[in-house]
């Protein structure tokens, strides 16, 4: 890429006057509605290298930005950081469905902070691992993340689950985050226009400690559905999307569950345990302002019932409720859990109509 268009992004993430336009009314309201009470409408990613990520988002994986500035001091009080209005960018697809991305650069708040997953394999565990996207032409994208400096856990890997054949990588981008690409080589998706780049999120990925202390927290403690659940085996060892040594692979399974707070949902959360092969803790880092994929944020309409859901089942928040300004969406009351494996969530209801 030329100088000049690197630049060009670095002002464009980091100064003021190059910030852009709040996104249409309509868009913003449609896509809130579409999540709320369903699935996570945004990932928070927390950044020291914005203009990097926000590159490989548009150019490679073809979002765009819905809106960019800085977030309300009311941001930094629910995280408990110093007081700033930190920069950041909300990018999604062209129809801003749910699955945005949130782009924060957290730098002022901590010189010290460290990115949570800089070196951290597929089993190791705390915060989240990937965001999961779909796409028609995963070795494209592969070669376009890889001319942007981005690298992978394995070339992309090709697998049957069930009567569906895939083919899958993992992208290892800047501040640890990840990006996962599923392609449906069989049966086919449709070769519609976003398929040809990266169709938006649709789930996020945590891999977990304990699959069924996993599936009580989403179940029991949230009231979450279970849209699929079980195991998985390599059939032979070889080559895996995670980058597992091939002799675990074929004798140890992998267990999942998928939780949404309803199962016809746009978004979920896919938990995996990794059976075998036993890592770190990443838990105690996994939170802002320290890098990576630190956060999903839930819409609901009524976040009073989820305090006394918690309150019923002895859960405590790990953040309290309170008001909070999120762009462009306007006042918020929110909340946020953490997962038994250190991944926090957050849960707001509207208290102001869409700006």
Do not use: C
Not at 88 to 107: C, M, Q, S, Y
């Amino acid at each position: 890429m030329r100088t000049g268009t690197i630049t060009a992004l670095l002002m464009a993430v980091f100064v003021p006057a190059a910030w852009a336009a709040d996104p249409p009314p309509a868009l913003t309201a449609q896509s809130l509605a579409a999540a709320r009470d369903a699935g996570w409408h945004e990932a928070v990613v927390s950044t020291r290298w914005g203009a990097a990520l926000e590159q490989f988002f548009v150019e490679v994986a073809g979002y765009r930005v819905l809106w960019r500035g800085r977030a309300d001091r009311s941001v930094s009080a629910f995280y408990g950081l110093p007081a700033a209005d930190y920069p950041e960018v909300l990018i999604g697809d062209a129809d801003g469905r749910p699955g945005l991305i949130r782009l924060i650069d957290f730098a002022a708040a901590d010189a010290d902070a460290v990115a949570i997953r800089a070196s951290a394999q597929a089993w190791d565990t705390g915060g989240f691992f990937s965001l999961m996207t779909r796409s028609n032409d995963t070795p494209a994208v592969w070669r376009a993340a890889q001319a942007l400096g981005w690298t992978g856990y394995n070339e992309p890997v090709a697998f049957t689950f069930g009567t569906i054949e895939l083919r899958n990588v993992i992208l290892r981008g800047p501040d640890g985050v990840n990006v996962s690409v599923y392609e449906r080589l069989s049966p086919r998706l449709p070769d519609e226009l976003d398929l040809r780049r990266l169709r938006r999120p649709f789930n996020a990925m945590q891999t977990v400690r304990d699959i069924d202390r996993t599936r009580a927290f989403y179940v029991e403690v949230l009231g979450f559905e279970i849209v699929n659940a079980g195991e998985y085996f390599n059939p032979v060892p070889g080559p895996n999307n995670f980058g597992m040594p091939a002799n675990i692979v074929a004798e140890y399974p992998l267990r999942y569950g998928i939780f949404a707070p309803r199962k016809d949902t746009p978004t979920a959360v896919e938990t995996v345990e990794l059976v075998g092969a036993e890592g770190r803790r990443l838990d105690a880092i996994a939170t802002p302002p320290n890098r990576g994929i630190v956060s999903l944020r839930y819409p609901v309409g009524d976040l009073q019932g989820l305090i006394d859901r918690l309150r019923a089942q002895q859960t405590a928040p790990a953040i309290a409720p309170q008001v909070v300004t999120l762009q462009p969406y306007g006042r918020v009351r929110a909340l946020a859990v953490r997962t038994p494996d250190g991944a926090l969530l957050e849960f707001f209801q509207l208290l102001d109509t869409p700006q």
